[in-house]
């Protein structure tokens, strides 16, 4: 495989004006949200202020900390151990449990939430009742409600984040940084300790971070398992009470801890390249498991089996309860002048909508800070990543306002939360439209200027063409999360606007989980095509 | 009328301290291949982006055919140069067959007279049986031609190369650059040519330029090159020479090695350098002894020996590989040239 060995040369020439002012505008309008809910944070008044600090900022604070401290920590072990597992021993099934163990990323966390419930709730639930009729008197199970539950759901359904970061880390060291590690005099498990694992730190630690955002962003889980936190208590702020200036101080607290978090994981970015694959490349030797090549085995299949498995074995089994039942089914096909193929279009035209819009607002973002680095195009790209860190009912309470104030013609129209989904999703664009273009030689560029193309020319006849897969990729990554997405789409569709997302939620809230069951594992089927399509393009799943 | 002309031309890249290219001029004849060679980081391969449009000069200006495409206030864009340009990694774009490749620069003309002009360029560079496979099916030296008929089709004004073997296996390209060579003089094609490697600029070049620091230390035929280098740096890079410290005297310069009857024009006890080549020494088992064989190398058809000298001074020498003298002998070394030696003061040639 051949690697360019140089940098891309620094244009010299001035960077073009309209690219500047494209891409200006696209960090002003992913500006414009950001900062609405800081203004109208410092503006809350300090009564506010000073009634939310001595009642409820510490202590939800110490619970989304602890929180996002637990998860993190849970998904790494768990997702660390994992890729370990699957790429350097000769655990058996290898090639079949790599995908099992990124499948979980179809699946939001808070229908996880839903089986594991129902399965484990302290009076009711399938495993309590189970145990009961075996043993004859109440056995005590751990609950799956408060903190250690939603810590244990949470983990369950993130880790495939570090696993599968550190899975292509693992991956891409080369052979020959071990066989040195072991001409020293290290065995196989110091090398492990001693050069292997720093080695693959910053991979790590960019699938920890993102994890970290991720609890700190997460609605539907925690409200679903009665634990508190910023992103649950804004939302009751939001939908409840109404109390908007509540919302925004609590939103501004949110915002400084993501942003500190998404700070370290934009500059661990360019050090996550340094386990990239050169032409000398050969794979490391996979380590025999002996003795513990059982153990290994069932430690990896009791993660899938609670991370993939259960859930879809019991949404299956549900939906085929739902579907011989003709009063549940109807009452799946039509609520009120809602329809089954309303949710999913509804679901299918707002994901697909943003999708495409992030991808084209992206575009010359990536162009401007690829082509021409410097501190003004990376910063300008760096904002434009910024919604990583915006959890999906910040955004909601942002546009909320904003809308109503400034643009009240938007107000309760389904373009509302397709923007949602642009502002919370173009991230996941930008990164793969800059990687895409990285990937291409600046002398691609220069060789069409030279054989008579202009500079917009070339971008249509050379660039394009040659980052279209890169750019599916990001589509298919904006929308497969916006296709999950619940908070934001709960707080800002309008009456009757009901995606597979939200149906899921509603009826689940209710109690209704068989209803539920078949449009949850529509929505995860769904995911799991344009997921398939992404993981194919890993490394790992060559 | 000159294929192209720099005048005085600098360019400072924002993040380095000295100019990567320093007040350089040149010029080039309709048909005459320019090599231009010097160590990495010189300044060679700035001069040639300035030259395609893809680097703007700070200061100096550019002409081609006589026509001025870079100047304090004019900049024509690349695409509008009429330059043709090969890359090192050769940027043959990977979405188009061969034949797209090599049509890509005959845009704007009508559609038959550009497939048959990219038919002619495959046959000369002897892949017409190729225009239906991709970039990624060729072999290097394969791709390495297509890059060259691409940049050839438009018939530019100039071909540019930026080193444009470095990417081929050393047997590859010794094969590759000598068709390379063939194709340009065919076509008549006016080149620049970039390489660190000095005996692929001396065989590629009708004119050599060598670059350091930014700055041309010399322009000439590869003789005058390799024979008659202008600075010290030339003589050291272009033909790995040793440098023989000397003194002036009436009658020639005092060395070492003992007087080397070559006038000079500088004032009796000048202190100069001469540069010494392994085929301008020579040194037999006679007395006194002034050298210590140090090392041995084999080089095929003969041995290469490194020398001491009385004073510390390293120097080399030629010897047919029938006879072997190991290394740790003590030796008598003189001079057997048979031609004037080229002679630097301060690292300047001082000539006769």
Not at chain 2, 8 to 23: G, I, R, Y
Not at chain 2, 110 to 129: D, W, Y
Request: hydrophobic share 50%.
């Amino acid at each position: 495989m051949q690697i360019r060995n140089t940098l891309p040369q620094l244009r010299s020439y001035n960077i073009s004006p309209r690219l500047l002012f494209a891409a200006g505008l696209v960090a002003l309008f992913v500006a414009i949200p950001l900062g609405y809910i800081f203004f109208r944070a410092i503006t809350g008044g300090e009564e506010v202020w000073l009634r939310l600090l001595q009642t409820r900022i510490w202590k939800l604070l110490g619970n989304t900390l602890l929180l996002a401290v637990t998860v993190t920590g849970g998904a790494t072990l768990v997702g660390v151990t994992m890729s370990f597992l699957t790429e350097r021993t000769d655990l058996p099934g290898r090639n079949l449990f790599r995908w099992m163990l990124a499948m979980p990323l179809a699946i939001p966390a808070y229908i996880g939430g839903i089986v594991h419930l129902t399965l484990l709730r302290p009076r009711g639930g399938f495993i309590p009742q189970l145990l009961e009729s075996w043993f004859g008197l109440p056995i005590p199970t751990p609950s799956p409600l408060g903190f250690g539950g939603a810590a244990f759901i949470l983990t369950l359904f993130m880790f495939p984040y570090v696993y599968l970061l550190s899975g292509a880390a693992f991956r891409s060291l080369n052979a020959s940084l071990e066989e040195a590690s072991r001409t020293f005099g290290r065995n196989n498990w110091q090398t492990l300790w001693e050069v292997t694992l720093p080695a693959l730190r910053p991979g790590i630690t960019a699938g920890a971070l993102l994890v970290a955002l991720d609890v700190l962003a997460e609605y539907g889980t925690v409200a679903l398992l009665r634990y508190e936190t910023f992103s649950s208590a804004i939302f009751v702020q939001l939908s409840g009470r109404y109390d908007r200036s509540a919302a925004a101080v609590l939103s501004g607290v949110l915002i400084v801890i993501a942003v500190i978090i998404l700070w370290g994981e934009l500059r661990l970015q360019g050090q996550a390249r340094f386990t990239q694959m050169d032409s000398q490349w050969r794979p490391a030797p996979t380590l025999p498991l002996k003795k513990w090549k059982v153990p290994a085995f069932l430690l990896v299949l009791l993660v899938v089996f609670s991370s993939l498995l259960v859930p879809v074995i019991v949404l299956a089994a549900w939906s085929v309860q739902a579907l011989l039942d003709p009063a549940t089914l109807a009452s799946i096909m039509r609520s009120g002048s809602q329809t089954f193929g309303n949710y999913i279009t509804n679901s299918l035209w707002a994901s697909a909508l943003a999708a495409v819009i992030a991808v084209l607002l992206s575009l010359p973002v990536a162009l401007l800070s690829v082509r021409y680095p410097n501190k003004l195009t990376q910063a300008i790209s760096r904002f434009c990543q910024v919604g990583y860190a915006i959890p999906g009912v910040v955004i909601a309470l942002s546009l909320v306002l904003i809308v109503n104030r400034y643009l009240p013609f938007l107000y309760a129209t389904p373009l509302i939360v397709v923007m949602a989904y642009v502002l919370r999703h173009m991230p996941q664009a930008i990164r793969s439209s800059e990687s895409a273009l990285n990937q291409l030689s600046p002398s691609m560029e220069e060789a069409s200027r030279t054989l008579g193309r202009t500079s917009i020319q070339t971008i249509f006849q050379v660039i394009l063409p040659l980052i279209v897969p890169g750019l599916l990729a990001g589509a298919g990554l904006v929308f497969l999360t916006s296709l999950k997405e619940l908070p934001a789409t709960l707080l800002l569709r309008p009456a009757g606007f009901d995606t597979l997302a939200v149906r899921v939620w509603i009826w689940a809230s209710e109690g209704f989980y068989i209803q539920a069951a078949p449009a949850a594992l529509l929505l995860i089927l769904a995911s799991a095509g344009p997921l398939y399509f992404l993981l194919r393009r890993e490394q790992i799943f060559r | 009328m000159n294929a192209l002309e720099l005048r005085n031309v600098t360019k400072k890249f924002a993040s380095a301290a000295m100019p990567a290219v320093n007040d350089v001029s040149l010029t080039l004849r309709p048909g005459e291949i320019l090599a231009l060679v010097g160590p990495s980081g010189c300044g060679k391969t700035t001069t040639l982006r300035m030259i395609a449009g893809l680097e703007r000069p700070d200061s100096g200006s550019l002409h081609i055919k006589g026509q001025v495409v870079a100047s304090r206030e004019y900049f024509t864009p690349p695409e509008q140069r009429g330059v043709g340009m090969v890359f090192q990694d050769h940027a043959l774009f990977p979405h188009l067959t061969v034949f797209e490749n090599v049509k890509f620069g005959l845009k704007g003309q009508p559609a038959a007279i550009a497939r048959e002009t990219t038919q002619g360029m495959l046959k000369l560079v002897g892949l017409e049986n190729f225009g239906e496979r991709y970039p990624h099916q060729l072999s290097g030296g394969e791709r390495q031609r297509v890059a060259l008929a691409r940049a050839l089709a438009p018939r530019p004004v100039l071909v540019l190369m930026d080193e444009p073997f470095s990417s081929l296996d050393a047997d590859l390209r010794h094969e590759v650059r000598e068709q390379v060579r063939g194709i340009l003089k065919a076509m008549s094609a006016t080149a620049v040519f970039v390489t660190h490697d000095q005996e692929e600029a001396l065989f590629m070049g009708d004119r050599l330029a060598v670059f350091q620091s930014g700055r041309l230390e010399q322009v000439g035929v590869p003789e005058e090159i390799f024979h008659d280098s202008a600075t010290r740096f030339v003589a050291e890079f272009m033909g790995d020479s040793d440098f023989l410290p000397g003194v002036v005297k009436e009658n020639g310069i005092e060395t070492e090695l003992g007087l080397i009857p070559q006038k000079i024009n500088l004032p009796i006890d000048s202190t100069v350098e001469i540069a010494l080549r392994s085929d301008d020494v020579n040194f037999d088992q006679a007395n006194p002894a002034n050298a210590l064989v140090l090392a041995r190398f084999f080089r095929g058809a003969y041995y290469q020996y490194r020398l001491r000298l009385s004073s510390g001074k390293l120097i080399h020498a030629f010897k047919p590989h029938t006879k072997t003298i190991q290394p740790g002998t003590s030796v008598h070394a003189y001079l057997s040239a048979g031609h004037d030696l080229t002679v630097f003061q301060n690292g300047v040639s001082v000539g006769e």
